[in-house]
């Protein structure tokens, strides 16, 4: 298993694992590290590549809009990037979205509920999963079923 972990250009990122590269990239106020439950799961078949994308783990921490991960960032910096992710609205480019794309949500979620799932279903080559007993936290509320129904969908379409 390789294990790497690179700092240039004040972006960090960490990549485990051999075999078709997958990509990580974290939910909001969260950094790499949202992925430990996933990573042991998807490191047998992939390369993992879990990025801290900028504001957050390891990355520069910019004034405004982005979040770090750990520790944990002043409330005034979270509130931007909630607003940033609010007025962004990227529904008319979801029909140019050519990869195949698991769509996931928690049948309990109180903050990203099913309600959001249409739009979504836009998407060509997509694939809705919601999970019953589940609420927002899906990967860490109950890693194991989370990470079946990811990896079932990565190894029936590969790279």
Same mark, same amino acid.
């Given at each position: 298993?390789?294990r790497?972990?690179?700092?240039?250009r004040?972006? %960090?990122h960490?990549?485990?694992?051999?075999? =078709?590269?997958?990509? *990580? +990239?974290?939910?909001?106020?969260? &950094?790499?590290? !949202?992925?430990?439950?996933?990573?042991?799961?998807?490191i047998?078949?992939?390369?993992?590549i879990?990025?801290?994308?900028?504001?957050?783990?390891?990355?520069?921490?910019?004034?405004?809009?982005?979040?770090?991960?750990?520790p944990a960032?002043?409330?005034?910096?979270?509130?931007?990037?909630?607003?940033?992710?609010?007025?962004h609205? %990227?529904?008319?480019a979801?029909?140019?979205? =050519?990869a195949?794309? *698991? +769509?996931?949500?928690?049948?309990? &979620?109180?903050? !990203?509920?099913?309600?959001?799932?249409?739009?979504?279903?836009?998407?060509?080559?997509?694939e809705l999963?919601?999970?019953d007993?589940?609420?927002?936290?899906?990967?860490?509320?109950?890693?194991?079923?989370?990470n079946?129904?990811?990896?079932?969908?990565?190894?029936?379409?590969?790279?």
């Open positions: 298993m390789a790497q972990v690179s700092h240039r004040a972006r %960090a960490d990549v485990q694992g051999d075999g =078709e590269p997958l990509l *990580l +990239i974290p939910y909001t106020s969260a &950094d790499h590290a !949202c992925y430990a439950f996933q990573l042991p799961a998807y047998e078949r992939f390369s993992c879990a990025i801290d994308l900028p504001g957050s783990g390891e990355s520069d921490k910019p004034p405004i809009d982005f979040v770090r991960g750990r960032q002043p409330v005034a910096a979270f509130l931007a990037q909630l607003d940033a992710v609010v007025a609205d %990227a529904t008319g979801l029909s140019e979205i =050519e195949p794309t *698991l +769509i996931t949500f928690g049948a309990r &979620d109180l903050v !990203c509920s099913t309600r959001f799932a249409d739009p979504l279903r836009t998407i060509a080559d997509s999963v919601v999970f007993h589940l609420s927002h936290a899906g990967l860490h509320e109950d890693p194991e079923t989370f079946r129904a990811t990896l079932d969908f990565l190894l029936r379409h590969p790279g």
